[in-house]
């Protein structure tokens, strides 16, 4: 069965800071890895996702996924402190129907 | 755009009580989900549905029932609530396997 192990579990950051997110799992099978951004008292929100080895760029954030290592990290450029939230890794499984894993989150808040 | 409407958002119940959560969208979406959060977990998979009058149970579906009788909702029932238990309800939808999009949630408390 596919687990996903995020971490660091929270994280402090100052305002303007470079923000570094990582996310293990277990099946080098595995599909897509979404990450979602979740704020307090409201669902989670998709932010980016990539399904190839390599990097992907958007905006201030930036998504690096090694397969071969089973790793995949995100990192948001000039944190705000809108940034602050729970950030939570998702990989889609490879079963032929439509399952997604996620992680138990990552805490951020980023201080004025 | 769309959006997903769960109710209720606050879910008072007593121990042994069967619980209806409520999901709606508007998306069009074929696949809806719910999902259990606990304080400081990830998301846990109750059930999903790929198609109206689909369920596929997920990894958390014991003590669960779902039903999907039309495309656009998707419930869940609680068949015997836990005494203490506190979890977030999460409803979603999608179109096959890109990003999921989340309802705002049903909070459960059971005295």
């Known amino acids: 069965q596919e687990k996903v192990q995020q971490s660091p579990e929270s994280l402090i950051v100052p305002e303007g800071a470079m923000v570094s997110l990582n996310c293990s799992f277990s099946?080098?099978?595995?599909?897509s890895i979404w990450w979602y951004q979740q704020h307090p008292g409201k669902g989670p929100k998709a932010l980016i996702?990539?399904?190839?080895?390599g990097n992907k760029k958007e905006g201030r954030l930036t998504v690096y996924l090694n397969r071969a290592s089973l790793h995949v990290s995100l990192h948001i450029k000039d944190s705000q402190p809108s940034d602050s939230a729970v950030y939570l890794c998702a990989v889609t499984v490879n079963t032929g129907n439509y399952k997604y894993v996620f992680g138990a989150g990552t805490r951020l808040k980023v201080i004025a | 755009g769309g959006i997903i409407t769960q109710t209720p958002k606050f879910l008072i119940g007593q121990e042994g009580q069967k619980l209806t959560l409520k999901c709606q969208q508007n998306?069009?979406?074929?696949?809806m989900y719910w999902y259990r959060q606990d304080s400081g977990k990830g998301l846990r998979l109750i059930y999903y549905?790929?198609?109206?009058?689909?369920?596929q149970k997920g990894d958390l579906s014991e003590g669960y029932d779902a039903s999907r009788e039309k495309k656009s909702s998707f419930s869940l029932t609680v068949t015997s609530a836990q005494k203490n238990e506190m979890a977030v309800f999460l409803c979603?939808?999608?179109?096959?396997?890109?990003?999921?999009?989340f309802g705002p949630g049903t909070r459960l408390t059971v005295l």
């Open positions: 998306f069009n979406h074929d696949t």
């Open positions: 549905s790929i198609t109206e009058n689909d369920l």
């Open positions: 979603a939808s999608s179109i096959g396997r890109v990003e999921q999009y």
């Open positions: 099946d080098s099978a595995s599909q």
């Open positions: 996702s990539i399904f190839s080895n």
